[in-house]
């Protein structure tokens, strides 16, 4: 059974940095599409990131110069580094992995393709 977990969601204030981790039992990241997704209150699920299986890595274009997507093969863990944190970025970020290119942008609704975690919530304050 594959599980992921995410974990490193917390309060900030604007400006502020925060750094997730996504962990999994029954998955191999390596060699795999992993996606970081979000969705904030009253939102769709949106793409933030997409590490692709040849390592190259999609932001979406509010996380571009500010989130870093990573991953450390031999510890099997995927981060994604967020900095100038902005209340627009409060949401529940999930990560989401598969073998295959299934997630192109938004989705409806979290969760659909592949496997997900249950999430970590980011509260942005001004």
């Known amino acids: 059974e594959v599980q992921l977990v995410e974990s490193g969601g917390g309060s900030v204030q604007t400006g502020g940095s925060l750094r997730l981790s996504c962990t999994a039992t029954?998955?191999?990241?390596?060699?795999?599409?992993v996606a970081w997704y979000r969705q904030g209150p009253g939102r769709g699920c949106d793409l933030v990131s997409k590490?692709?299986?040849?390592?190259?890595?999609y932001y979406v274009d509010s996380a571009k110069d500010r989130f870093i997507a990573s991953q450390d093969n031999a510890k099997n863990i995927v981060y994604l580094q967020m900095n100038n944190l902005q209340p627009d970025d409060t949401a529940l970020y999930f990560c989401?992995?598969?073998?295959?290119?299934?997630?192109?942008?938004?989705?409806?609704?979290?969760?659909?393709?592949?496997?997900w975690g249950q999430g970590t919530q980011v509260t942005v304050s001004s």
């Open positions: 590490i692709r299986q040849d390592g190259t890595i």
């Open positions: 989401a992995a598969s073998r295959h290119d299934v997630w192109v942008g938004s989705i409806d609704p979290c969760g659909r393709f592949g496997n």
């Open positions: 029954g998955f191999i990241f390596d060699g795999a599409y």
